[in-house]
């Protein structure tokens, strides 16, 4: 689904979320806005991603700062060095 926040499960990007940005019957193309830029999309295998019950609205897929944005409470850094 277009907006859908996924996990990777697979990959050197396994543990990080992506939105969906476009889909086809076999893959995904995901951005984040940060390393995989909406204009840049990553194709991945359906398959390889998590759904999450979140879907981010349209506008939050218009530009990479929007998406990072509405990625942010899924993709935390851990600042503790833990």
Do not use: C, W
Request: glycine letters at 10%; charged letters at 40%; aromatic letters at 6%.
């Amino acid at each position: 689904m277009l907006g859908q926040v996924v996990l990777s499960k697979a990959g050197k990007d396994r543990g990080s979320f992506y939105a969906i940005v476009l889909e086809d019957e076999e893959f995904a193309f995901i951005a984040d806005g940060r390393l995989r830029k909406v204009e840049k999309p990553k194709r991945k295998r359906k398959k390889h991603l998590a759904p999450t019950k979140t879907v981010l609205e349209k506008d939050a897929l218009e530009t990479n700062g929007k998406l990072r944005e509405a990625l942010s409470g899924f993709n935390k850094i851990d600042e503790g060095g833990n």
